[in-house]
């Protein structure tokens, strides 16, 4: 069983890359707002389109963390190897199946384009973005590797390293800065994929001086077997966060009819939102890596003591971040708040019902993303996919519908989050409680 200390070593790296992530689209996107409003409208439906064809195929290569766990746990680097030169043929092999979704992703944002410009620069943003595929892979594969074996700091410095060029490249790929073209938004598509590149390459070469030159004849014909048992497991697992970020999409949509400045404050909140949930994806890879490791030491009470202090510490942090939310809500809405004073008044009130609305829901998704990812530690993940199906789109986009028909209103639609998010967890802890997971066999 770990203590707290260790949990927190494993854990914090992963948080604050999260984290990273979302400071570089937040700069992405500030950027591209001081190019032109169009682009900055463009980015939003481009950048959603591809990370959802993405997220499948990265959450795919991402569950051999699992595999790589449970070998690393039952102290067999041999086969920790196995698992990374499978989940880099599964990255290969994903790379090229993201090629025919590149025409199918423009066809779907032409459905939904108001104007042949905006068009136009969602398709260069996605375009760009879209066949850079491989480098996610590959980049996730790598992260897999030292990550279920409980190395966590290698990867958060290179997704910093990364996201930081990033930073760097964007006013000089965007605005053309010191001699460089000016792309616009192909700028800040390009930047993103350098810098994507670049960790990929830089994981990909640390990762192969561990294990270039020490495959043997069994570690080859177990790594034929691990890439049918990744997928086996790692397909419902990315199903799994197709079947979230789009649910999470269609409500978007659906709150864009309330009004602009209803629409503009839930925008908003949602920033703030997405500032506060990213970290506890950290915790909940965390938890699903030390549940695995758990498991291939044969320790099921060590792996439900693991899972239990990794959620006391993620719900305690967004608990405690959620609170300040509340407390420094005027300043934190002021960032987005119109000039026009009584138009600001009227987005501040709006803001602040809808921040009351995040804080109870906020503390009921991180207990549930966490609980998942101790569930995905124990290779549950038919049942996640499952209950993330029925939860959301059986249960919660119905009811957003009715409401909408009925009182469609921000904050009636936001309450129908905090019944669907209570429902979800509830299901989640239920089926950790049962146990199922303890008797399914990975390795």
């Known amino acids: 069983m770990k203590s707290y200390r260790e949990i927190i070593r494993l854990v914090w790296p992963l948080a604050l890359g999260m984290i990273n992530n979302a400071v570089m689209q937040f700069v992405d996107r500030a950027y591209l707002a001081r190019e032109s409003m169009e682009s900055l409208e463009a980015v939003l439906p481009a950048s959603i389109l591809a990370w959802i064809f993405m997220s499948f195929f990265q959450s795919v290569t991402g569950y ?5 766990a449970q ?13 990374y030169h499978a989940a880099m043929a599964i990255a290969g092999v994903s790379g090229l199946l993201m090629l025919p979704l590149w025409p199918l992703g423009d066809w779907i944002l032409s459905l939904a384009a108001t104007s042949d410009s905006l068009l136009a620069r969602e398709r260069t943003y996605y375009d760009i973005v879209i066949l850079c595929g491989f480098a996610v892979y590959g980049q996730m594969a790598a992260a897999s590797y030292f990550t279920g074996r409980g190395r966590t700091r290698i990867v958060f410095w290179v997704n910093l390293l990364g996201n930081l060029l990033n930073i760097a490249l964007d006013p000089l790929l965007i605005f053309g800065c010191w001699g460089f073209p ?9 930047a993103t994929v350098f810098s994507m590149f670049v960790q990929m390459v830089v994981l990909v070469i640390a990762a192969g001086r561990e294990t270039a030159g020490r495959k043997t004849g069994d570690e080859r014909r177990e790594m034929r077997g691990l890439i049918a048992r990744i997928l086996r497991f790692g397909v419902p697992s990315g199903a799994y966060t197709v079947l979230n970020m789009l649910s999470f999409t269609i409500f978007v949509f659906v709150t864009g009819g309330v009004g602009d400045l209803e629409l503009a404050v ?4 949602f920033t703030v939102n997405y500032l506060l949930i990213a970290p506890i994806e950290g915790f909940a890879l965390g938890a699903s890596t030390l549940v695995a490791q758990a498991l291939g030491r044969k320790d099921t009470s060590a792996a439900e003591a693991n899972a239990k202090r990794t959620l006391y510490l993620g719900v305690g942090f967004v608990a405690v971040l959620s609170l300040l939310v509340l407390l420094l809500n005027r300043p934190l809405l002021a960032l987005f708040a119109p000039s026009d004073a009584a138009v600001a008044s009227e987005f501040q009130s709006l803001g602040f019902i809808l921040f009351v609305l995040m804080t109870i829901w906020q503390v009921f998704d991180a207990a549930d993303v966490i609980i998942s990812g101790a569930l995905k ?13 029925i939860a959301a789109f059986v249960f919660w986009l119905p009811l957003v519908f009715v409401v909408r028909h009925f009182n469609n209103t921000m904050p ?4 129908t989050m905090v019944i669907y998010v209570l429902v979800l967890c509830a299901g989640t802890v239920v089926r950790w409680r049962l146990g199922r997971w303890k008797m399914i066999q990975l390795t």
Do not use: P
């Open 412 to 415: 009636a639609l936001w309450s």
């Open 64 to 68: 051999a963390n699992v595999f790589v």
């Open 266 to 269: 839930s925008n908003a909140c």
């Open 377 to 389: 530690g124990g290779g549950d993940t038919k049942f996640v996919m499952w209950w993330m199906l």
């Open 182 to 190: 000016r792309l616009g938004i192909a700028g800040a598509a390009y």
């Open 71 to 83: 070998y690393h746990g039952a102290q067999d680097e041999g086969k920790c190897r196995a698992c």
